[in-house]
């Protein structure tokens, strides 16, 4: 007999209809002679509507009343479907995540998840009972050692799902939802999105982080690690869905389920060129016209990262091969001696990143690699940061030395470095799915001291305040004292906090200044195919100049390509880009 985890999400459940009809479904599959473990979102909005009511009581309420408050939604679904389903003549009983053993750390309204104790839930399955679960929530042993109601964070529930499945050891984890499967982008958004059978675990983790909030990415975290089979359909048709497909396949061990080693990957890539434009016009076309001339060239580019600094003048720094850097000079030549800047070049450059499905969401990795280079004397010449993955940019004769200080400090063995691997050649798309993220705010630090430890101090205050840092570049030109900008992106929510983690550094850096830019959405393309296909970035920012669109912020890692717009550009922008790369076409 097969086991089943199977997740209807809020919409799915939204009425007494649509939790009969539900119900219906369910009694199919296990009629076909399944093991079924059901887990449930609270019905439609309701997690809106509790947090709307708390807001008329209190701005701040305390964080475990919010659990205890929004825990109470999961409850009145899974009732009302075991309701359901034994009036369909199929034996069910609902539990609480608490009575499941969802076992989280004690930290509330974001709790991780530590381990499942399946025992309960075996022996009503040993029963022949379909066991329904309340998503989003688990319970914590506070210091005290009596058990309190946390939950997952919004959209949490995936996480619950696949994290049965991995316990129990499920034959798949499937999302059941109000859309086909992962779209190319957001239907709400993009009319013509199509349905992706399938999608790597890596970019399903990127879009999700990046504004595809049809996956929870920690869901799709725990799917990578343990390669566990995750499947998105529709809850109103039998069609397939999406598949997503992983590499790895860690056993369960000692460490807790999500919090697991996040750090498992260290790589060196040597022989790299960094080749910084400062002072270039901010306005419509300038870097596609810059990426189009290299990618005409034969350039392939690695990382990007541009940002605005004041007079309106835009800095963009990229890396390429040690091999290219002559070409790309010139190339880079020709279009400053058109449009004005200046050009800083440097060869002998060593790319250095570590990767890991847990960096997302513990801004402290990040902090903790950045410090231990910055101890080592070595200084960042740029940095990339995406949801699996960490990198910067150093002088290539400091390699060996940071290469020792960063797997000392992660407590990285032999088989977990590599050292300039060759990238993987199969034939993916380099674009599969874009997504927009309008819950993001820029800031810049201006006039901020140019050597090792600012950009380490920095997202450590950041880090120690709970907040992850979505981008951060540091600025190509440099003040007159030598000062630099870093400007950076983060959550609209964490604002506030962020000014106030970062006010001892300004103190510290007294000719520095914390200015907030103006309203934003970033728009961003994600696919396994980029770092082999020579051009995707020119191909993004060409798709923004012909309508129109100026690109406030550029940053990259090696599997998708991010822009920083006008919030009121948004929607333009992600249209322009789902269309030149022709996304609208059927997908395989
Ligand atoms: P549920 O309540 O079932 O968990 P969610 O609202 O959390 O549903 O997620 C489904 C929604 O995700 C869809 O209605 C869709 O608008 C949105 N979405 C965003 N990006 C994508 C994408 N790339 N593919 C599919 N849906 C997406
Ligand atoms: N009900 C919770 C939310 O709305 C969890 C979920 O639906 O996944 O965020
Ligand atoms: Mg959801």
Redesign the pocket.
């Known amino acids: 007999m097969s086991l089943f985890v199977q997740k209807f999400?809020?919409t799915s459940v939204g009425s007494v209809e649509r939790i009969q009809e539900v119900a219906k479904r369910i009694a199919t599959s296990k009629d076909q002679g399944n093991d079924l473990v059901i887990v449930v979102?609270?019905m439609g909005?309701?997690?809106?509507q509790l947090s709307a009511l708390a807001q008329q009581i209190s701005s701040n309420p305390p964080q475990r009343e919010m659990d205890m408050l929004?825990a109470t939604?999961?409850q009145v679904s899974i009732a009302l479907l075991s309701m359901a389903l034994n009036e369909l003549g199929v034996a069910a009983v609902s539990m609480t995540g608490s009575q499941v053993g969802i076992v989280t750390e004690s930290l509330h309204g974001k709790a991780r998840i530590l381990e499942v104790r399946t025992e309960r839930i075996k022996n009503r399955l040993n029963e022949g009972q379909v066991v329904v679960v309340a998503?989003?929530q688990g319970t914590s042993l506070s210091s005290g050692g009596t058990a309190e109601i946390t939950?997952?964070?919004?959209?949490?529930?995936?996480?619950?799902a696949i994290a049965l499945a991995t316990a129990l050891n499920a034959e798949a984890c499937e999302i059941y939802t109000d859309v086909p499967g992962v779209l190319t982008a957001d239907p709400r958004k993009v009319p013509d999105a199509q349905l992706m059978s399938s999608i790597s675990c890596d970019e399903m983790l990127e879009l999700a982080s990046l504004g595809a909030a049809v996956l929870?990415p920690r869901a799709v975290e725990i799917a990578r690690n343990y390669g566990v089979k995750l499947v998105v359909r529709s809850s109103w048709t039998d069609e397939p869905g999406t598949t997503l497909t992983s590499q790895s396949k860690r056993p369960l061990g000692r460490e807790g389920l999500e919090l697991g080693r996040p750090v498992d990957g260290l790589e060196l890539v040597e022989n790299q060129a960094v080749i910084g434009l400062s002072h270039i016009p901010d306005q419509p076309g300038v870097a596609a016209d810059l990426f189009e001339q290299l990618s005409n060239g034969g350039i392939n580019v690695d990382l990007i990262i541009q940002a605005t600094h004041e007079g309106n003048s835009n800095d963009i720094t990229f890396t390429t091969s040690q091999a290219e850097l002559t070409t790309a000079e010139k190339l880079c030549s020709n279009l400053i001696a058109r449009l004005g800047g200046k050009l800083r070049s440097q060869g002998e450059m060593t790319k250095l990143s570590i990767s890991g499905a847990g960096i997302m969401g513990r801004p402290g990795i990040a902090a903790t690699l950045f410090d231990t280079l910055s101890r080592a004397g070595i200084n960042l010449r740029l940095i990339a940061t995406s949801e699996v993955k960490v990198s910067c940019v150093i002088d290539s004769k400091l390699g060996a030395k940071a290469l020792r200080a960063v797997s000392e400090a992660f407590e990285l063995n032999d088989i977990q470095i590599s050292i300039n691997p060759q990238p993987i050649t199969s034939s993916q798309p380099e674009v599969s799915g874009v997504a927009l993220d309008a819950d993001q705010a820029q800031f810049s630090v201006r006039n901020v001291p140019d050597k090792p430890g600012t950009a380490a101090a920095l997202c450590s205050s950041l880090a120690e305040a709970g907040i992850s840092l979505e981008a951060i570049v540091q600025s190509e030109r440099q003040h007159e004292d030598g000062g630099r900008d870093i400007s950076f992106t983060l959550k609209k929510e964490d604002k506030k906090l962020a000014s106030i983690a970062i006010a001892p550094l300004l103190a510290m850096w007294p000719k520095s200044q914390l200015i907030e830019g103006p309203a934003i959405t970033r728009v961003s393309a994600v696919g396994a195919g980029m770092p082999i296909t020579i051009g995707t970035a020119s191909r993004m920012f060409r798709a923004l100049a012909e309508v129109g669109i100026n690109i406030a912020m550029i940053a990259t890692s090696e599997i998708r390509t991010s822009c920083v717009v006008a919030e009121e550009d948004g929607i333009s922008a992600l249209r322009a880009v789902h269309s030149y790369f022709e996304l609208e076409k059927p997908q395989h």
Not at 45 to 48: A, E, G, I, L, P
Not at 151 to 156: H, K
């Open positions: 999400g809020g979102s609270a909005k309701t997690t809106d929004l939604g999961e998503g989003f939950t997952l964070g919004r959209g949490g529930s995936d996480t619950s929870h």
